[in-house]
């Protein structure tokens, strides 16, 4: 079935292509919803709302961009919004005066995605939003400050806190 077919049988509330659709993406998208929410129920429930508003906001997606970006947006949203609800976000370190600076910090040692992922849990929730949404999803600064309602120095700060303790992390297990 091309793009197209699918797009336009979704949009008729096709049963049959919704089923293929979350067959398709569920196990992917369920991976975007658990990098933010540390519970597998809210990642499940996160990702079951997510696609409950993929398919009746189906006529919104314009062709713009690929569907599955499209679809990603509405989770990583529909988690945003999960951790807003159920956790607030704290930001520690928020008044702290942190300089921009080039920090030389990347993950290419022998890790798997999994230690990857379980180093993210031990992060506090706010490290580990703007540190998703930065560096995993691609937002820029202003993106991630309007979508948490804090500022652009706070999104900085978040990250280069987030980069130190993913840091002494990997150092504490020999990455480093």
Known sequence: MTNDE??????????AAQKWLYE???????????????????????????????FSQIESYTGAG?????????????????????????FPGDEANIA??????????DISAREILELLDHLPPGYRTVFNLYVLEGFKHIEIAEALGISINTSKSQLILAKEKLRNLLKTKGYL
Do not use: T
């Not at 699918?6 to 049963?15: A, G, K, N, S, V």
């Not at 992917?28 to 993929?54: H, N, P, T, W």
């Not at 921009?100 to 040692?109: H, L, P, T």
């Open 6 to 15: 699918l797009l336009l049988r979704l949009r008729e509330q096709d049963r």
């Open 24 to 54: 398709r993406y569920s196990p992917l998208m369920f991976s975007v919803c658990k990098r933010y929410l540390r519970s597998r129920e809210d990642a499940e429930e996160a990702l079951v709302s997510g696609f409950y508003k993929v």
């Open 66 to 90: 690929s569907f599955e970006g499209w679809i990603r947006r509405i989770m990583v949203n529909e988690c945003l919004m999960a951790l807003r609800r159920n956790q607030p976000l704290s």
């Open 100 to 109: 921009d600076q080039a920090d030389g910090f990347n993950i290419e040692a």
